[in-house]
């Protein structure tokens, strides 16, 4: 198997509120989840989906994923970001694996074939945009007087991508150093394997906050 894919939907989602997982925040009538594994199932770039879940909520994950036309498994998450995106690494099957947070709905097949595709030819890979805002410092409520350039400043998004084997010794690695990663690209990098930067998609967001779900909704719209 040439590559999987694994999305993570065990967040807390602590500041969306009310104590709900995100991913099953509706969006046009369906749950976010239904997005992500849609997209993967028509870039054409992997063979399985792996799903991992907040334990206990299996069973909603097959609902969803029963009809989509790819094999989809699903295996629990863990505490931390790192934890679950290690455990589904280690349940795919594929030489490559393209993590994606489960609370980005509006992912492309397109960015997804371009993530796999530079994953290939550099071994790993993240989707990225350039910083367009003034950035500053903020220190005790006021604005920092030192400028911070916005040269070669970027978001990252997902999914990231890179081969299986590297990744999960880049996870252990991280485990032994007792590093606290945001992405699994800070993984890579702390192993020292150099991650190339791919265009992102501006409509790819992660909805975080419950506003966010009207921002999705207005470009779900634009792009139908």
Request: charged share 25%.
């Amino acid at each position: 198997m040439h590559a999987s894919g694994v999305i993570l939907a065990a967040g807390r989602g602590d500041r969306f509120g009310g104590g709900r997982n995100k991913v099953w925040a509706e969006l046009a009538g369906r749950p976010l989840l239904h997005y992500p594994l849609w997209a993967f199932a028509q870039s054409g770039a992997v063979s399985e989906v792996i799903v991992v879940a907040r334990p206990g909520e299996e069973r909603d994950v097959d609902t969803i994923a029963g009809a989509v036309p790819l094999p989809v498994r699903v295996v629990p998450g863990g505490e931390r970001r790192q934890d679950s995106a290690r455990a589904g690494v280690e349940a795919a099957r594929g030489e490559y694996v393209l993590v994606h947070d489960g609370a980005r709905p509006l992912v492309s097949p397109e960015l997804i074939r371009r993530v796999l595709a530079a994953a290939e030819a550099h071994g790993a890979a993240v989707p990225v945009l350039p910083v367009a805002d003034t950035v500053r410092y903020a220190r005790d409520g006021y604005l920092a007087p030192e400028p911070v350039t916005r040269d070669g400043l970027v978001h990252i998004q997902t999914p990231q991508g890179a081969r299986r084997e590297l990744l999960l010794v880049a996870y252990t690695e991280a485990t032994l150093r007792g590093l606290d990663l945001p992405d699994d690209a800070a993984a890579l990098l702390a192993l020292g394997q150099p991650v190339a930067a791919v265009p992102g998609d501006p409509k790819n967001l992660k909805v975080t906050r419950p506003g966010d779900l009207a921002l999705a909704a207005r470009l779900l719209g634009e792009s139908d």
